[in-house]
């Protein structure tokens, strides 16, 4: 690791006085006769129980019988027990609570299919839908504590499903829709799961991509799967099993419209989440009805400022948290939500503007990873559309590297809209550090911690260092962090709390530089140590990509004998651009200008693409293991597996 750090220049953005004063984060702390964000930080932090009932009381959130206390932390930091005694349904206070408002007319979401048509469901509406598909789920003696999968494109549906198993008290399942058979046993067999909701399939590109066929392998290698529910979306003639299988359209709109919501513990589960690693089987996330939606409902009010009649867009699968994550968060927050069903630059790059235009689209979320994808398409592809109703940008899932960082700042968002960069993960049940509409930013950078997150940097000795690249630490308890692994509880601690007493190591490497901005720099065991000099790969993936011919990079350490690792770097150009050994040897000097001759990569080798899950998180341990010949691990979670492939071959 450098001794001193140095990423991301100067301050490019700073908010203006309407941005603080109309800020809900502005609000709460106004309501607490907080005067600063840091005062903010410091009491969140230090007094957790006053900060969570504060949150609560901010989203109204409501409960069927009250908590005895805020927290209990008798089993220690690692198993605290939040709001015990409390009884609630997280669906109440997303939907049941505006039945009879001003809220039950508004629109809660709208869907765009990639074939161009849409819809909206208003909350009323809504209601209605998850009612009858609770009524339905009951009337196949499915209830409370039942695991229930979902496989499913980006449909109004899938809201559904996700609502009505929640409203029953049942485990929601969520599985990436791009799942092949075998990731699908795993985690339907690993929470003895006893329902599926599928489809027949999806479009991408407008090819139809089969569904029901992978689940119906899946089926067959999990034993306690009794019923599987289908909707249509791709018109494609796929078999039912007699017994088990039932199309959404017969089994649903014919039941009745209203239906009681279970009352469920606080802390009963309420949805697991399955998360891959490179070894071992996937790790399961418990999260609660007064965890996961209540964390999602803060970070989405508090950093990109969602209120009522605002659309938030937040690219992503209900496979990954970033699902369940919009849904929630945006229905306890009262405001709006929309999907997508389909490629985000089909049937051209400029499918995404388009949707921010037509549906009015306030916060929006995307991956670098997009964004760079869309650079070398040109301007004119946002130009022709009016994003004036745009007041934020967002993103997640990848480190930035300032070039497309600024191009969407500059260009995009002609530097007047800012980019709330978001880190945490599925564990967490969003973020640990945040952007957001009080604290300036520099390109690639987050504003600080979330309130309420003692996040903290660690050199290897436990010390907390500034200016200095560590390990990303928490030191408190937050209401959304994980109720465990399922199943696993030992694998949990190992994984989280093992490494210092009482402190979580997240497994990301991070920094703060001395104005008090952060930076993630990607996961701590993706670092390279070369001659005993340690960096994060995103400093030499950065360097690369400023090259006009590079679009992505990623960058690995492989094993040397005299250095003990010699850096080795993917690229993948531009399609315009010729790989050849002029342009490698470009590269390499601009890395050797930049690092240092002794950081001098080894190999730079060209590719199509880098393997990535569907948040757009390069996996640099599956590349470095393609490279090296091992096995990759479990490849379930990638979108592109066959990147995996190329890189074996990339030598």
């Known amino acids: 690791m450098p001794d001193q750090f140095d990423f991301g220049g100067d301050i490019v953005w700073r908010p203006t006085e309407e941005h603080i004063n ?11 006769n907080i005067n600063s964000f840091n005062d903010l930080m410091q009491r969140s932090t230090e007094d957790v129980a006053w900060f969570t009932e504060a949150v609560l009381n901010f989203l109204d959130i409501q409960f069927y019988k009250d908590y005895s206390q805020v927290v209990d932390l008798s089993k220690g930091i690692q198993w605290p027990d939040w709001v015990p005694g409390a009884e609630m349904n997280i669906v109440h206070n997303c939907l049941d609570k505006y039945i009879g408002t001003e809220t039950e007319n508004q629109p809660a979401f709208i869907w765009e299919a990639e074939e161009g048509h849409s819809k909206s469901l208003t909350y009323g509406e809504l ?16 209830g409370k504590g039942d695991a229930i999968g979902i496989y499913m494109p980006m449909t109004p549906e899938i809201v559904v499903a996700l609502l009505a198993i929640a409203k029953i008290g049942g485990i929601i399942l969520p599985l990436f829709s791009g799942y092949g058979v075998s990731a699908v046993v795993t985690r339907l067999a690993d929470a003895d799961a006893r329902a599926l909701f599928t489809a027949d399939g ?5 090819q139809p991509v089969a569904m029901k066929p992978t689940a119906d392998e899946a089926a067959k290698q999990v034993p306690t799967l009794e019923h599987m529910i289908v909707i249509h979306r791709a018109d494609l003639d796929v078999p039912m099993q007699a017994g088990r299988d039932q199309w959404w359209d017969d089994l649903i709109p014919h039941q009745p419209t209203e239906a009681e919501t279970e009352r469920t513990s606080a802390e009963d589960t309420i ?5 891959s690693g490179t070894t071992g089987t996937p790790k399961g996330a418990v999260h609660t009805h007064a965890g996961f939606p209540i964390k999602a409902a803060q970070d989405m009010a508090f950093g990109t400022d969602v209120r009522p009649g605002d659309v938030i867009y937040w690219m992503t699968d209900m496979g990954w948290m970033m699902g369940p994550w919009l849904v929630f968060g945006s229905l306890i927050l009262g405001s709006t939500f929309f999907i997508y069903d389909g490629a985000p630059d089909y049937p051209a790059p400029d499918r995404l503007w388009d949707m921010v235009a037509k549906h009015n689209i306030t916060q929006l979320g995307v991956s670098p990873t997009l964004i760079r994808a869309l650079i070398p398409h040109g301007e004119e592809h946002f130009k022709k559309h009016d994003l004036s109703k745009l007041k934020y940008f967002a993103s997640t899932g990848e480190p ?4 497309p960082w600024m191009w969407l700042f500059e260009q995009v968002g002609e530097s007047k809209l800012p980019i709330i960069n978001y880190s945490g993960g599925t564990e967490i049940s969003g973020g640990i550090v945040m952007g957001n509409p009080l604290l300036p930013l520099k390109p690639a950078a987050f504003s600080g911690p979330c309130p309420g997150i003692a996040a903290d940097v660690f050199d290897e ?4 260092v500034i200016n200095q690249v560590g390990e990303l630490v928490i030191k408190a308890p937050w209401i959304g962090m994980t109720r465990g692994f399922w199943k696993d509880p030992d694998r949990y601690i190992d994984t989280y709390w093992s490494r210092w007493d009482d402190v979580w190591v997240h497994g990301d490497f991070a920094a703060v530089d001395n104005d008090g901005l952060w930076y993630i720099l990607g996961r701590s065991d993706d670092t390279i140590k070369i001659a005993g000099k340690r960096l994060g790969p995103a400093e030499v993936e950065s360097i690369a990509i400023s090259h006009t011919a590079v679009v992505e990079a990623g960058a690995i350490g492989v094993p040397h004998e005299i250095k003990g690792s010699k850096l ?14 002029e342009l490698r040897d470009e590269l390499k000097q601009m890395i050797v200008n930049a690092m240092g001759k002794p950081l001098a990569p080894k190999a730079i080798l060209f590719v199509s693409d880098l393997p990535k899950t569907r948040n757009a998180k390069v996996m640099r341990r599956m590349v470095r293991s393609a490279y090296l010949g091992e096995d990759p691990g479990d490849t379930s979670s990638l979108v592109n597996p066959e990147a995996v492939e190329e890189i074996k071959d990339a030598k």
């Open 400 to 403: 930035w590297n300032p070039g």
């Open 22 to 32: 109309n800020a809900r984060l502005t609000a709460f702390m106004q309501q607490h």
């Open 271 to 275: 949805m697991v989440i399955y998360t």
């Open 568 to 581: 080795v770097l993917f690229c993948v150009l531009n399609p315009d651009a010729e790989a050849n050994d």
């Open 202 to 206: 999806f479009f991408r590109r407008s």
């Open 127 to 142: 209601y209605k839908k998850v009612n009858q598909t609770a009524n339905a789920l009951r009337s196949l003696g499915l």
């Open 461 to 464: 000795d436990g010390n907390s």
